[in-house]
Nanobody, 125 residues
């Protein structure tokens, strides 16, 4: 069974850091593009970062540039999102998603095939 499970969310003060994890099961990470998305209450979901099948990472959200970084551990079947300098506006549910795109160089952010259930991040003092 193909599955993505996020973890690592929680309450953090502004300026703090969190590291989210996304565990993949039932497939190999190098066969999928994997991305991080988030959704704040009452707002649309937005794509943030994505790692292509060949390992290239792209940032799709200007507001997290320089603060959020993404990494992938193929052997452990894990994808990570390191979030630093967190702001209250980063509050939301964070999801990882995967696409079995044929193209190893792109992230089809609007055509993800598999989604996790999300983990809640709250940035508040």
């Amino acid at each position: 069974q193909l599955q993505l499970v996020e973890s690592g969310g929680g309450l953090v003060q502004p300026g703090g850091s969190l590291r989210l994890s996304c565990a993949a099961s039932g497939f190999n990470l190098e066969d999928y593009a994997v991305a991080w998305f988030r959704q704040a209450a009452g707002k649309e979901r937005e794509g943030m970062l994505c790692v292509t099948k060949n390992g290239h990472i792209d940032n799709y959200l200007y507001s997290v540039e320089g603060r959020f970084t993404m990494s992938r551990d193929i052997a452990k079947k894990m994808v990570f999102l390191q979030m630093d300098s967190l702001r209250p506006e980063d509050t939301g549910t964070y999801y990882c998603a995967a696409s079995q795109t044929r193209n190893p160089y792109v992230c089809p952010m609007t055509k993800m095939d598999l989604w996790g259930k999300g983990t809640l991040v709250t940035v508040s003092s």
